[in-house]
């Protein structure tokens, strides 16, 4: 397994910008599909975006155009930034880490941040 935390975080109003990051220690990074999901208040955990191990991109139907996923293998590291952010985006996001093909499933991701919550006010 490898170590995420994440961070950037906060409050925001709707069409600000976010930009989250997820530093990873403990293994080789670039051996692992990485992805972002969320979680709001009584809801499930649900995926956002992920990126291939060779930066292959993928995303939530919700958010595309709105959300790029980005990783920097060299600096083991990954950024979601969040543009045109709506109340709905609101949640508690977890960066994610796995190996093997890409994939929007939570229990393919065995590597877990602790999250980092991201308010959107109307």
């Known amino acids: 397994q490898v170590q995420l935390v994440e961070s950037g975080g906060g409050l925001v109003q709707a069409g600000g910008s976010l930009r989250l990051s997820c530093a990873a220690s403990g293994r080789t990074f670039s051996n692992y599909k990485m992805a972002w999901f969320r979680q709001a208040p009584g809801k499930e955990r649900e995926f956002v975006a992920g990126i291939s191990r060779n930066g292959g991109a993928y995303y939530k139907d919700s958010v595309k155009g709105r959300f790029t996923i980005s990783r920097d293998n060299a600096k083991n590291t990954g950024d979601l930034q969040m543009n045109s952010l709506k109340p709905e985006d609101t949640a508690v996001y977890y960066c994610?880490?796995?190996?093997?093909?890409?994939?929007?499933?939570?229990?393919?991701?065995?590597?877990w941040g602790q999250g980092t919550p991201v308010t959107v006010s109307s």
């Open positions: 994610a880490a796995g190996g093997g093909i890409i994939s929007t499933l939570p229990s393919d991701f065995d590597s």
